[in-house]
């Protein structure tokens, strides 16, 4: 099982950035999808962006595409969440996630479909208002 941790999170007018950081211990395969996900009351937890391990390829939802940026640090076992053009409905508790299946994380970041997710950080509030 993945330990994932992340940082970042804090509050942000609209229109504002910040950068999630997740660093990832505790696994061993190659082959894995870790992206984000976000939850706000209310809500079903939301799939937001992933990256493949297996060619680097990255995902977005399409509510964030054009605002949100995924990348990692091999080296570091981090991947980031830059978030620019922050809007209020981008508010809410952002999890670190982890999976072996990559097309499973994939479809559940492109199409919305809930998936469970293998391994999850304990998340990270942001808010964003004035």
């Known amino acids: 099982q993945a330990q994932l941790v992340e940082s970042g999170g804090g509050l942000v007018q609209p229109g504002g950035s910040l950068r999630l950081a997740c660093v990832a211990s505790g696994f061993t395969s190659d082959y894995y999808a870790i992206g984000w996900f976000r939850q706000t009351p209310g809500k079903e937890r939301e799939a937001v962006s992933c990256?493949?391990?297996?060619?680097?390829?990255?995902y977005y939802a399409d509510s964030v595409k054009g605002r949100f940026t995924i990348s990692r640090d091999n080296a570091k076992n981090t991947v980031y969440l830059q978030m620019n053009g922050l809007k209020p409905t981008d508010a809410g508790v952002y999890y670190c996630a982890l999976d072996r299946n990559i097309p499973k994380f994939i479809r559940a970041v492109v199409a919305g479909i809930p998936m469970p997710i293998g391994s999850w950080g304990q998340g990270t509030q942001v808010t964003v208002s004035s």
């Open positions: 990256i493949s391990s297996h060619d680097g390829s990255t």
